[in-house]
């Protein structure tokens, strides 16, 4: 449930968005997700899961290193990029308004 995840994410010391549906966590390697159906688009919560899991699969692959923090537009950069609708498209084309992932888009323009 919502609550529960969140009682978890603060259990765990994740700092995590009241719209947060997701996180990974480096030092259990999991993804901590909740079912948000009824909350959020199912598009958002197909962004949310790829997300996390490009993050644990740098994590597993070696690209991020677990005893170092690397620099977070790399972190971040690196998951928000397969996100994009675009990413999971059969046939994907190289049209760039599929490579962007609007709610995020809308997110930092709103900054």
């Known amino acids: 449930t919502r609550e529960a995840f ?3 994410a603060t259990q765990e ?3 995590v968005h009241p ?3 997701g996180f990974y966590n480096v030092l259990t ?8 159906m009824n909350e959020i688009e199912l598009a958002e ?3 949310t899961i ?3 899991a490009i993050h644990q ?3 597993n692959r070696g690209l991020h290193q677990r005893l170092s923090q690397p620099p977070l537009w790399a972190l971040e950069g690196l998951a928000s990029l397969f996100e994009a ?6 046939g994907s084309t190289m049209n760039p308004e599929q490579w962007i992932n609007p709610y995020r888009l809308s997110h930092w323009q709103n900054r």
Not at 29 to 36: H, I, P, Q, S, V
Not at 85 to 90: D, Q, S, T
């Open 29 to 36: 390697n999991r993804l901590y997700l909740y079912d948000a």
């Open 50 to 52: 790829l997300h996390e």
């Open 19 to 21: 719209r947060t549906g």
């Open 85 to 90: 609708p675009g990413f999971l498209a059969p």
């Open 13 to 15: 010391g994740a700092k």
């Open 6 to 8: 969140f009682q978890y």
């Open 45 to 47: 919560t197909e962004a």
């Open 57 to 59: 699969l740098a994590f």
